[in-house]
């Protein structure tokens, strides 16, 4: 008996890259409800068997981060390249915050379930820490400008104006309306920046 053919590898990528966009509409469509989707029902909802779903995401945390942070951050992997288009330091940074935040407000029911399950001790999931990353390239131009203890004070001051955490807080804690929400911390972040130059001049 002849051997049976394998599918070409070329064939094999594009019925991967299919089956995954198929579940990850299907969790936008779950996260359109208002609900966390687990990955049972997102391959119910693509009709995808269960134990395919689970060999693209073996957990729901898996899958989490993959629609909310790791599938539509482009974004936010350009915020470095604000060095070239924005020269004074506070604008940069300012405008970084701004559209970091526009891209969090934007998915935030998402972005607060992560938040929630990474605050579980019995979850396993890891949020990506990629905003000091970001922060040491917007900054790089400045870093000789402050001394060692001005530069960490004003970067980790920064990180606390990036990601879901504050918008919790304004939403939570605050009367700021959602749509206020970007210009109130890039106002911070101008701040923070010009006062830290301030003093080191």
Known sequence: MAAQEQPAPRTRDRQTRRTRRALLA???EIFGED?????????ERADVARATAYRYFPTQEALLLETSVL??????RSLPAL????????ARLAEAVRRGAEWTLGREGRLRAVLRM?????????RPARRRGYIAQLLADVRERLDAEAYERLAGSLTLLLGIDPIVSLRDNGDVPPERIPDVLAWTAHALV???LADAS
């Open 83 to 90: 060095v070239d288009e924005i020269p004074d330091p506070a």
């Open 118 to 126: 990474s605050l579980d001790p019995e979850q396993s999931i890891e």
């Open 71 to 76: 599938g539509d951050s482009e974004p936010l």
């Open 26 to 28: 299907a969790a936008d």
């Open 35 to 43: 609900r966390v989707p687990t990955v049972a029902e997102v391959a």
């Open 194 to 196: 010009s006062a830290a």
